[in-house]
């Protein structure tokens, strides 16, 4: 007497061992049904693999019955293949972006209205009641009035910008400070760039500085002497802090700020780029601080002789 588990997987039924034309018959069905021979022997009642390896073998008419079932089922695969494929090929190709073609005043005021409010052209281009990225930057080529628009459009979006970094700065946590240092830094490198007259700090800086020399030079008039034209030569400058915490000025402006380099870093100052990547311009010999001196002297005796 054997001991015979139905729960077990692959455990044959007592008799299934043995071959018979409606047990063969039947895994030949199974297998046109688009079942494997491996699947079939797992579950309980059903020979194992190996009993029906041995069918094949000792039964020819069942093995070509197992063939042509194996041989049908992978057709019956290929053809299912070729009708799915034909099916995507004849669908429509996606759309990379909006549906909208043809450029309409309200359809171009609707964009930069969005645009004044923060949002990308690329965000944009991915609404689909807009038009895609590609074709807005061909309406701003082809349609002056959108191209006004567009260019006052991404002055204003720099405005939204620089507001939108305080804001943030100001919500930033303890835990999310590394995140948003980097959503600030990025923020606030587009609005300089939208708007570099008013949020680009280099630009900002030599324009004031531009505005005070020639208000300075025009009081002047012809105090100087000279009476010509004015070379008025612009030198950058950013402040650092040093490690004993000492605010140095990059480059240094005069020996007193040169030796503060020597005194809070040990080493004089050198020009290149700094530790967190900040420029440092090549810094002046002491006889082109003692002619900037000597001028500046000059400038202002001549302002008080005009006063």
Same mark, same amino acid.
């Given at each position: 007497?054997?001991?015979?588990?139905?729960?077990? /997987?692959?455990?044959?039924? /007592?008799?299934?061992?043995?071959?018979?034309?409606?047990?063969?018959?039947?895994?030949?069905?199974? &297998?046109?049904?688009?079942?494997?021979?491996?699947?079939?022997?797992?579950? /309980?009642?059903?020979?194992?693999?190996?009993?029906? $390896?041995?069918?094949?073998?000792?039964?020819?008419?069942?093995?070509?019955?197992?063939?042509?079932?194996?041989?049908?089922?992978?057709?019956?695969?290929?053809?299912?293949?070729?009708?799915? @494929? !034909?099916?995507?090929?004849?669908?429509? $190709?996606?759309?990379?972006?909006?549906?909208?073609?043809?450029?309409?005043?309200?359809?171009? $005021?609707?964009?930069? @209205?969005?645009?004044?409010?923060?949002?990308?052209?690329?965000?944009?281009?991915?609404?689909?009641?807009?038009?895609?990225?590609?074709?807005?930057?061909?309406?701003?080529?082809?349609?002056?009035?959108?191209?006004?628009?567009? &260019?006052? @459009?991404?002055?204003?979006?720099?405005?939204?910008?620089?507001?939108?970094?305080?804001?943030?700065?100001?919500?930033?946590? =303890?835990?999310?400070?590394?995140?948003?240092?980097?959503?600030?830094?990025?923020?606030?490198?587009?609005?300089?760039?939208?708007?570099?007259?008013?949020?680009?700090?280099?630009?900002?800086?030599?324009?004031?500085? !531009?505005?005070?020399?020639?208000?300075?030079?025009?009081?002047?008039?012809?105090?100087?002497?000279?009476?010509?034209?004015?070379?008025? &030569?612009?030198?950058?400058?950013?402040?650092? $802090?040093?490690?004993?915490?000492?605010?140095?000025?990059?480059?240094?402006?005069?020996?007193?700020?040169?030796?503060?380099?020597?005194?809070?870093?040990?080493?004089?100052?050198?020009?290149?780029?700094?530790?967190?990547?900040?420029?440092?311009?090549?810094?002046?010999?002491?006889?082109?601080?003692?002619?900037?001196?000597?001028?500046?002297?000059?400038?202002?005796?001549?302002?008080?002789? =005009?006063?």
């Amino acid at each position: 007497m054997t001991d015979w588990d139905p729960a077990r /997987p692959g455990a044959a039924a /007592p008799g299934v061992s043995v071959y018979s034309e409606a047990a063969g018959a039947a895994i030949v069905g199974r &297998v046109l049904a688009g079942e494997s021979v491996r699947r079939i022997c797992t579950e /309980p009642g059903q020979p194992h693999r190996t009993t029906v $390896a041995n069918w094949r073998r000792a039964h020819p008419e069942f093995d070509e019955a197992l063939i042509a079932a194996h041989m049908a089922k992978r057709v019956s695969q290929r053809m299912r293949d070729r009708a799915a @494929a !034909a099916e995507r090929a004849a669908r429509p $190709a996606p759309r990379r972006g909006g549906s909208a073609s043809s450029y309409t005043p309200a359809l171009g $005021a609707a964009i930069c @209205a969005r645009l004044e409010n923060g949002e990308s052209l690329t965000a944009i281009g991915r609404d689909p009641a807009m038009p895609c990225y590609g074709t807005m930057l061909k309406w701003v080529r082809r349609h002056p009035e959108f191209q006004e628009m567009y &260019v006052e @459009a991404r002055d204003i979006q720099g405005d939204f910008l620089f507001d939108e970094a305080r804001d943030v700065a100001k919500d930033a946590t =303890r835990e999310t400070v590394p995140l948003a240092r980097l959503q600030f830094d990025v923020i606030r490198w587009q609005s300089a760039r939208l708007a570099p007259k008013k949020y680009l700090e280099r630009l900002v800086a030599a324009e004031a500085t !531009a505005a005070r020399v020639a208000a300075r030079d025009e009081a002047q008039g012809d105090a100087l002497g000279d009476g010509g034209p004015v070379e008025v &030569v612009f030198h950058a400058v950013h402040f650092e $802090a040093g490690p004993d915490r000492r605010v140095l000025c990059a480059p240094p402006r005069n020996a007193h700020e040169a030796q503060a380099w020597v005194e809070s870093t040990g080493r004089p100052y050198e020009s290149g780029v700094g530790p967190k990547g900040q420029i440092r311009p090549p810094m002046q010999t002491p006889e082109g601080w003692a002619r900037a001196d000597a001028h500046r002297r000059r400038v202002e005796a001549a302002w008080t002789r =005009r006063r």
